[in-house]
């Protein structure tokens, strides 16, 4: 089946600094990939839609400036979070739609900021 | 616009007596819906989906849900809960498939008790 792998799948960070969440489609190509965020016992939260070669679109209320997400390729996006701050620190999760329909998501990233 | 509401927050159950996680949605589209299971700082696994075709969907490990227009539910059931089904599940609706975005229940806490 298709496989999304999304990397690293924890990380730590100290305030201020930025980090980089990848996600890759494994033989297929992702025509779409959706960003989620997740807060402890909570669900999961749309942050923003990207399309292969265009700017990602952001959900109300998510900072493009702060969650920065590129989407170069067919097989790979990734999402940047800049200048992290502790309120950052969440479990984000990529999904990744194709052609044939469907969706299938990357094991997720817990991030803290501290 | 589409939602999705879960309507339990937790469910405990006995291991070996029947599941019920409910779930309501509403969807200006026909929808196709979903449930996930996320086990702890794990990533999503889909269950079954449910996109226009059989009204009764068969999902993984026993799971199945059913769709109701009439009653715009898609309440997902298992015969017998195991041990290993305690996780968050999460109903989930989508307006088509391939490139929009999920719109996630707020989702529902299985426990399973010995």
């Known amino acids: 089946g298709a496989v999304v792998s999304q990397h690293p799948s924890w990380v730590i960070c100290k305030s201020g600094t930025s980090v980089k969440i990848e996600c890759r489609s494994l033989d297929f190509q992702a025509t779409t990939m959706f960003w989620y965020r997740q807060f402890p016992k909570q669900s999961l939260m749309l942050m923003a839609t990207?399309?292969?070669?265009?700017?990602?679109?952001?959900e109300q209320g998510v900072e493009k400036d702060k969650f920065l997400i590129n989407h170069a390729s067919l097989t790979l996006s990734t999402l940047t979070v800049t200048s992290a701050h502790p309120e950052d620190s969440s479990f984000y999760i990529c999904?990744?739609?194709?052609?044939?329909?469907?969706?299938?998501f990357g094991s997720g990233t817990r991030l803290t900021v501290v | 616009a589409q939602s999705v509401t879960q309507l339990d927050s937790h469910v405990s159950v006995s291991e070996g007596t029947p599941v019920l996680l409910r779930c309501n949605y509403s969807s200006s589209y026909s929808p196709s819906l979903f449930w996930y299971v996320q086990h702890p700082n794990k990533g999503l696994q889909l269950l079954l989906k449910?996109?226009?075709?059989?009204?009764l969907v068969k999902g993984i490990n026993g799971f199945e849900a059913e769709f109701k227009k009439s009653e715009t539910s898609f309440h997902l059931t298992k015969p017998s809960a195991h041990m290993s089904d305690a996780a968050e599940y999460f109903c989930v609706v989508s307006a088509g498939t391939g490139r929009r975005a999920l719109t996630f229940g707020s989702g529902t806490r299985l426990q399973v008790q010995p």
């Open positions: 999904s990744a739609s194709f052609r044939s329909g469907g969706y299938t």
């Open positions: 990207s399309n292969e070669g265009s700017k990602a679109t952001y």
């Open positions: 449910y996109t226009s075709a059989a009204t």
